[in-house]
């Protein structure tokens, strides 16, 4: 029933930008916590950003701030990233991650492949 659905990802060229978005259904939306993963190959997870449940407060890696930006729309139950100035480190598969520390939930989308290159 709980669902988390990205999409925009795609082949963009360094310097561009790509917006990613993800349509969570199933649960309460506005009462959680929303965060963006990646996972390059052969790496592991990394947190990218997150954002509160009423957007008021948002956190970003050091490796994507002032290029990246997250928000929310809690009337559509969508959280999205704004990726711009993109570098080819920025390539990898892009998780959607919503959580509630009160209630120990934690889901996760299917992910979203980003690839930058020339």
């Known amino acids: 029933q709980v669902q988390l659905v990205e999409s925009g990802g795609g082949l963009v060229q360094p310097g561009g930008s790509l917006r990613l978005s993800c349509v969570a259904s199933g649960f309460t939306f506005s009462s959680y916590l929303m965060r963006w993963y990646r996972q390059a190959p052969g790496k592991e997870r990394e947190l990218v950003a997150s954002i509160s449940s009423t957007g008021g407060s948002t956190n970003f890696a050091n490796s994507v701030k002032g290029r990246f930006t997250i928000s929310r729309d809690n009337a559509k139950s969508t959280v999205y990233l704004q990726m711009n100035s993109l570098k080819p480190e920025d390539t990898a598969v892009y998780y959607c991650?919503?959580?509630?520390?009160?209630?120990?939930?934690?889901?996760w989308g299917q992910g979203t492949q980003v690839t930058v290159s020339s």
């Open positions: 991650n919503a959580a509630r520390a009160s209630t120990k939930s934690n889901y």
